[in-house]
């Protein structure tokens, strides 16, 4: 199915990449759940070939599985990569990105200073005390980047394509140009833009990784992530993932997969939704700011122009209560009555956060206030409900 799919547009990649392998005389529609461990052949030759890579075929499944593997397959496809690697969850694959970016290189990383809590925790309480340097940087100050990247010389330089929570945007192929002139592997955490607003190792990343929980399967029921990569990092990621086995499990892939098929309509509404429910909170005289891409004036607009495709800014909108602080923002999601409250994001349904009680707990107080993560701070991820509906549920919540 792979040559099939080559050079066809991603709504269509998104459909049919990855299924319809031969299985004995018939060929299933659909990627069935394959839940087998291990596998049987004729012969101790022909075993002894796929053992060895000589010959394609499965042997045990912390190697491969042909649930993980069609799913591998789509996922290169969508995002223009050479291998890929499904994790068991999205942190298990910043994990295995990071480790296999470091294989061959100084054991130093220079991270972006605005990040999802638990990558920020990764970095300072796993790999700083396994002897790794990390250096935080502003990524959206190109200036700075490049000077810290010639002073650090990392082995690494790790962003995201929208910061969380408040929705950053730094230039990746330049970050990529930066990379390369320091011998770093740029690693993009993209589950906020999904390969339909950027595809990070077509702009020059040599990794690209994703929470498969979120916009990819949609629907709140599979916990997964993945690492996508270019061809010079792909042997030693297949190398690593079959030694420390963080392989997704053959019903968690066939589910994502199912997902994926829907996934560039899904985007495109909650990207349409996502810019009326952002104008009207801008409109509402308790809403100190709002944090959203596709705002014109929005610090990093020139970046987002030219990256993303017009119109598509992503479906998370983050915004401040005025005068608010634990006891307001609580007294507000509690009188939600549609939109869920719930610690996770992109699923079909829209959902609310605190960061401060969540997604950035384990930071200290005074880390969360340089990163600008305040109090009064909410996090919205805009689902695919009638716009009218969601904006309804928030003016009654904010009364």
Known sequence: MEEKVAGLKIHTKAVHAGDRKQAGPHIPVTTPIHTATSYFYDSMQQLDRIFGGEEQGYCYSRYDNPSASALEELLCSLEGGSAALACASGMAAIHMALTCALTDRRRSVLAANAMYGATTNLLMSVFEPAGVAVRFVNICDLDGVRAAAAAEKPGCILMEIISNPLLRVGAIDRIAEIARDAGAALVVDSTFGTPLLARP?????????????????????????????????????????????????????????????????????????????????????????????????????????????????????????????????FRFMDALKMIVRATSLGDVHSMALYPVMSSHRDLSPKHRERMGIRENLVRLSIGIEAPEDIIADLEQALR
């Open 201 to 329: 190792i077509e702009l020059g990343a040599s990794f690209s990784v994703h929470s498969l929980t979120k916009y990819l399967s949609g629907h709140g029921d599979v916990l997964g992530g993945a690492v996508i990569t270019d061809k010079p990092h792909a042997e030693n990621l297949r190398t690593l993932g079959r030694t420390l086995g963080p392989g997704l499990g053959p019903f968690e892939c066939y589910l994502t997969m199912r997902g994926i098929k829907t996934f560039p309509l899904r985007m495109e509404r909650q990207c349409a939704n996502a810019c009326k429910v952002a104008q009207w909170l801008a409109s509402h005289p308790r809403i100190e700011h709002v944090h959203f891409t596709g705002d014109p004036r929005h610090p990093d607009a020139e970046t987002i122009r030219r990256l993303f495709p017009a119109n598509l800014y992503g479906a998370m909108v983050s915004f401040e209560v005025k005068g608010g602080g634990r006891e307001e923002v």
